[in-house]
Antibody, heavy 124, light 107 residues
Framework: EVQVLESGGGLVQPGGSLRLSCAASGFTFSGYAMSWVRQAPGKGLEWVSSTSGSADSTYYADSVKGRFTISRDNSKNTLSLQMSSLRAEDTAVYYCAKDRISRSLAGAGVFDYWGQGTLVSVSS | EIVLTQSPATLSLSPGERATLSCRAS??????LAWYQHKPGQAPRLLIYDASNRATGIPAKFSGSGSGTDFTLTISSLEPDDCAVYYCQLRSNWPPSFGPGTKVDIK
């Protein structure tokens, strides 16, 4: 059974940093691109970042570029999101999501398994 | 950047009725469109990919159609468990953007 489980959320002050993790199981982790998608309170889904199966390619939303870094450890089946210079508008539930079929980012972008999410609150 | 719009914003129907949700893209996206169901406090659930293909384990009551700029998600017979927000999502370009969502309520 495919499972993804996020952790690491919490309350952080503006300008602070936080690292999210996603533990994956039930599939060949290195064989799939992985992504982070967030949902701010009362808002819709917003894609944040994606990384290829081999971690040789990464994409970021303009809203987080230069502040967030996505990474993965295929030996531990773990996806991470290092967030720095956090702003109030980064407050959201952050979801880890598995790509449906693609290892590379070229054919990726459909998310077939998602975690329950972890809440990040940025406030003083 | 391609923009997705969804209509209506809210859909309120009785049990057993058919729900028709619309998603429109600002440019031709071929069939690179997916649909998700999202209930509060739960993980989003992939329903449809590539416009008309049901994802693994999705019942036949959910169907998708369309190509180019206009797409439809149909729920054939509404049940209380179908109450959720439904999002369309584009995958052909980066970023993989989501529409604003349609909230489906049961009367």
């Amino acid at each position: 059974e495919v499972q993804v489980l996020e952790s690491g959320g919490g309350l952080v002050q503006p300008g602070g940093s936080l690292r999210l993790s996603c533990a994956a199981s039930g599939f060949t982790f290195s064989g799939y691109a992985m992504s982070w998608v967030r949902q701010a309170p009362g808002k819709g889904l917003e894609w944040v970042s994606s990384t290829s199966g081999s971690a040789d390619s990464t994409y970021y939303a303009d809203s987080v570029k230069g502040r967030f870094t996505i990474s993965r450890d295929n030996s531990k089946n773990t996806l991470s999101l290092q967030m720095s210079s956090l702003r109030a508008e980064d407050t959201a539930v952050y979801y880890c999501a598995k790509d449906r079929i693609s290892r590379s980012l070229a054919g990726a972008g459909v998310f077939d398994y998602w975690g329950q999410g972890t809440l990040v609150s940025v406030s003083s | 950047e391609i923009v997705l719009t969804q209509s209506p914003a809210t859909l309120s129907l009785s049990p057993g009725e058919r729900a028709t949700l619309s998603c429109r893209a600002s440019q031709n996206v071929n069939t690179y469109l997916a649909w998700y169901q999202h209930k509060p406090g739960q993980a989003p659930r992939l329903l449809i990919y590539d416009a008309s293909n049901r994802a693994t384990g999705i019942p036949a009551k959910f169907s998708g159609s369309g190509s180019g700029t206009d797409f439809t998600l149909t729920i054939s017979s509404l049940e209380p468990d179908d109450c959720a927000v439904y999002y369309c999502q584009l995958r052909s370009n980066w970023p993989p953007s989501f529409g604003p969502g349609t909230k489906v309520d049961i009367k």
